[in-house]
């Protein structure tokens, strides 16, 4: 089972723009489905994105779509969420997640492998 380790998320302010990476370990990283999500306190874990094995085809959360961007490069064994004009409600802990089947709108249990998390924090 492959072991994800997110980073890149830090405190930032509204408007700014930050990139999030997920360094994936211990299995073949091109035969996974991967995918971003995220969970702020008192509330459950929200779908944002998910990119399919060659990275061509994506999908996103309509609250997210035109502002966050899902990549992976599979030569890095590397997911990315590129997220532009953050606001506050953006604040969280962000996931990676690996799963094998690609869905329009994928669910926590889609998914088989779990980062750890990074905090991102947006001040208004």
């Known amino acids: 089972q492959v072991q994800l380790v997110e980073s890149g998320g830090g405190l930032v302010q509204a408007g700014t723009s930050l990139r999030l990476s997920c360094a994936a370990s211990?299995?073949?990283?091109?035969?996974?489905?991967m995918a971003w999500f995220r969970q702020a306190p008192g509330k459950e874990r929200e779908y944002l994105a998910t990119?399919?094995?060659?990275?061509?085809?994506?999908y996103y959360e309509d609250s997210v779509k035109g502002r966050f961007s899902i990549s992976r490069d599979n030569a890095k064994n590397t997911v990315f969420l590129q997220m532009n004009n953050l606001k506050a409600e953006d604040t969280a802990v962000y996931y990676c997640?690996?799963?094998?089947?690609?869905?329009?709108?994928?669910?926590?249990?889609?998914?088989?492998?779990w980062g750890q998390g990074t905090q991102v924090t947006v001040s208004p």
């Open positions: 997640a690996a799963g094998r089947v690609l869905k329009v709108h994928p669910t926590t249990t889609d998914f088989t492998s």
């Open positions: 211990g299995g073949t990283f091109s035969s996974y489905v």
């Open positions: 990119v399919g094995r060659s990275g061509f085809t994506t």
